[in-house]
């Protein structure tokens, strides 16, 4: 079915169809226009979800934690500082390995206080044993939404998931996009059989024990293994959902990468305004390509690194700061990537878009119009850039 | 109340082994709390003394469901359990009736999870939360909290030449929480094991949160010998420090009017954490806790009356 909708309800009539047992809830602009859809389906009666409001982020993400342990589905959905408030709890549900599937709107970190988009948010906890999938528009956070239960929940991988949109762009912004009928997401998302319930009499169990140095070590490693174990899962997740909805998901996305010698590396709404400065500037002959990171944890390295072979200049674009001295987040992954792989490419970052501050197509020409100076010249000036921004 | 012969019979829920100290009043009251319970139980903790002592993978000293996520949010995280029972139990996928009850120290209860603690009676999920009130953070090595009584020389609040240990009186928690206006909330020791397990027999029937702090003598902290905890908690009681009461649906009853109350001295007096009021310098301290004790006393007792009358000219 064709409807318009923003992408906060997009990501709520995801959930609607998820009819998870218990949603834990907490305002925080711009996640909230999700709860209060998802507030409205339970008000109607439409799903039969029990419906915590709570006192924090702090206590949500707890409490999704009781309920998934419990042995239901649990979900909740934040942003930014709330995002930040349940930090220490957010690395204590990916321990425990339970599935729980949630939305982060990303928005800007305080401080100073800001309410629009970059991806400090979710960058703060990218090795909080989450998995993260970002969302190119409405269509994809609500494609994403979908798929996140089944990914989590697959026995290899038992870990939680954050599907991301870009706050405002994608969450207040109406779109028109593809949803399907609620039996077949239901038939799609399958039933969930809790392997230790803790909510089960007759088969008592303990999560979250003291774990000294005897075992702490080996739990760690079994937590890692199942990161590694959802590269694959993510893939099959997408192949089936392909089959079923016509829409392919995988790692990334390349756009126009067969011949290119130069590539633009992003992530999230970015990508739309990027692949049509990339059909113009390859007008102009530029061998262009763009790639867009949907799987950000885990970090789909080696994939990447093939798709990036040919590659000769390549602009990683960062919306948020690295503060380690040497450019983003995904800047230091994708230098990762090709470490050791491709010692021929040249690497350079662009950081654009703190605090919701607009990245225009021009900007993007620039940066286009910078990498083939780069690949003309064998020189590059800077490293890390700034785009957008008064010096 | 169960009899005597009834509870022996029953299954002990926390099972001898843990590491808690010989004495440790918390290892008294979670056995007697979880003896009360009829119906099989999904316990709660809160970092400190009785989850790390009780739960040392691969050991656990619980045979009931056992769930421990972090320091301030044990209320917080069984809200959840509780709310996904309830929607296990609506679609008919469980069948036994589960009790909920959640343990924290006085730092995880009065401190860092009293907004979680005030979030989950708020919302009205039907569970206990037991707060084993041993005056300090026991578990990081004594430092005090805001259960901490006033005088108390503890590792962040530590007598000295010019300091009498705790400046501040402790922290009412009960009376925070009797004004969420939840259907039962109570005080207890575990010197009173009839009055403690009759409370929790209540606590457990009554359709909505439930609350009962109870204190718990820890030989560590308030140094003393270990085999005098009962002794230690009784006197608590008796000379009124620790008041035995119970507040029903807004009525207030004291539980334990002893004939006459011991001086506070009494109580003070068998702790080295007290110690040094027991000086000349010091002695108007001593003084200042027992008015402190008998203004406490008053007010509990018109509560009890006042609230009795309103009840009933309702
Ligand atoms: C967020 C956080 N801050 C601090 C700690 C360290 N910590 C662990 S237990 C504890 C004290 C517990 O005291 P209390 O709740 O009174 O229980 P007790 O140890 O006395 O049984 C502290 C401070 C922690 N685990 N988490
Ligand atoms: S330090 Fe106190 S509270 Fe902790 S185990 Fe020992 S006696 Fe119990």
């Not at chain 1, 906060?8 to 009539?13: K, L, S, T």
């Not at chain 1, 919701?356 to 850039?385: A, F, Y």
């Not at chain 2, 989850?51 to 000293?61: F, G, K």
Request: glycine share 8%; with cysteine.
């Amino acid at each position: 079915m064709r409807q318009a909708m923003t992408g906060n309800e997009a990501v709520a009539y995801a959930m609607k169809q998820i009819n998870p047992e218990v949603v834990a809830a907490y305002p925080i602009t711009p996640q909230t226009g999700i709860m209060q859809k998802f507030a409205d389906y339970v008000a109607n009666g439409q799903v039969d979800t029990e419906f915590l409001t709570m006192d924090s982020e702090h206590s949500a993400m707890s409490a999704t934690i009781g309920a998934s342990a419990a042995g239901v589905r649990a979900m909740t959905a934040t942003s930014s500082n709330g995002l930040a408030y349940m930090w220490e709890i957010v690395y204590i549900a990916a321990s425990y390995r339970l599935p729980i599937v949630m939305p982060v709107v990303n928005r800007a970190l305080s401080g100073p206080i800001n309410i629009h988009c970059d991806h400090s948010d979710t960058m703060g906890c990218r090795d909080s044993g989450w998995i993260q999938i970002f969302s190119e528009n409405s269509q994809e956070a609500y494609d994403n939404a979908v798929q996140a239960l089944r990914i989590a929940e697959h026995p290899d991988v038992m870990l939680p998931v954050m599907i991301t949109l870009d706050g405002f762009i994608i969450s207040h912004a109406l779109e028109t996009l593809s949803t399907y009928e609620d039996d077949k997401v239901k038939k799609f998302i399958g039933n969930y059989i809790p392997k230790h319930p803790l909510i089960n009499p007759s088969q008592p169990v303990t999560y979250g024990p003291l774990d000294f140095f005897d075992y702490y070590f080996e739990h760690k490693r079994q937590q890692a293994e199942g990161m590694v174990n959802a590269k694959k899962v993510i893939q099959e997740v997408g192949r089936a959902f392909e089959k079923e909805f016509n829409r392919s998901y995988g790692l990334f996305e390349e756009y126009r990468m067969a011949d290119a010698e130069l590539a633009l590396i992003v992530l999230g709404s970015t990508a739309g305004t990027a692949k049509a400065v990339v059909d113009m500037v390859r007008e102009k002959g530029y061998k262009i390509g763009l790639i867009k990171i949907r799987c950000f944890r885990p970090f789909p390295e080696e994939e990447l690194a093939e798709a990036l072979k040919r590659i000769k200049v390549l602009a990683v674009m960062d919306r948020s700061l690295g503060f380690n001295g040497v450019g983003g987040p995904l800047f230091n992954d994708v230098r990762a990537a090709l470490f050791g792989r491709n010692a021929e490419i040249k690497v350079v970052n662009y950081v654009y878009g703190l605090g919701g501050r607009e990245i225009t197509p021009n900007d993007i020409w620039n940066i286009c119009n910078n990498i083939r100076d780069i690949n003309l010249t064998g020189k590059v000036q800077s490293s890390v850039n700034y785009v957008g921004v008064r010096e | 109340m169960a009899s005597l012969k009834e509870l022996s019979a029953r299954e002990e829920i926390v099972a001898p082994g843990h590491r808690l100290c010989p004495g440790c009043g918390a290892a008294i009251v979670s056995r007697m709390v979880t003896k009360a319970a009829k119906n099989p139980l999904v316990v709660a903790c809160a970092t400190g003394c009785l989850e790390v002592s009780t739960t040392i993978y691969p050991y656990t000293s619980w045979k009931s469901s056992f769930l421990h996520v972090a320091f301030e949010n044990s209320a917080a995280s069984l809200s959840g359990t509780e709310a996904a029972y309830r929607a296990l139990k609506k679609k008919g996928k469980i069948k036994e009736d589960i009790r909920f009850i959640s343990f924290g120290g006085d730092g995880g209860t009065y401190d860092i999870g009293f907004q979680s603690l005030s979030g989950a009676l708020e919302r009205g999920h039907r569970m206990l939360v037991i707060c084993y009130d041993n005056g300090a953070y026991m578990n990081t090595g004594i430092q005090r909290s805001s259960a901490t009584p006033r005088g108390a020389d503890t590792t962040t609040s530590p007598a000295g030449k010019e300091a009498y240990g705790k400046k501040e009186y402790p922290k009412d928690l009960t009376a925070c929480v009797v004004a969420h206006d939840i259907p039962y909330a109570a005080q207890a020791s575990p010197s009173h094991w009839n009055d403690l397990m009759k409370k929790v027999e209540k606590a457990l029937e009554v359709d909505g949160p439930s609350f009962i702090n109870v204190l718990s003598p820890c030989p560590l902290g308030w140094r003393y010998p270990g085999e005098e905890s009962i002794e230690l908690a009784r006197l608590a009681v008796e000379t009124g420090f620790w008041q035995l009461y119970e507040v029903e649906n807004g009525v207030y009853k004291m539980n334990y009017n002893p004939k006459e109350r011991k001086p506070i001295r009494e109580w003070l007096e068998k702790q080295g954490r007290f110690r040094h009021l027991f000086t000349p310098a010091n002695e108007h301290i001593l003084q200042e806790l027992q008015e402190y004790v008998d203004k406490k006393w008053d007010r509990l007792l018109k509560l009890c009356s006042i609230t009795e009358e309103a009840n009933k000219t309702k």
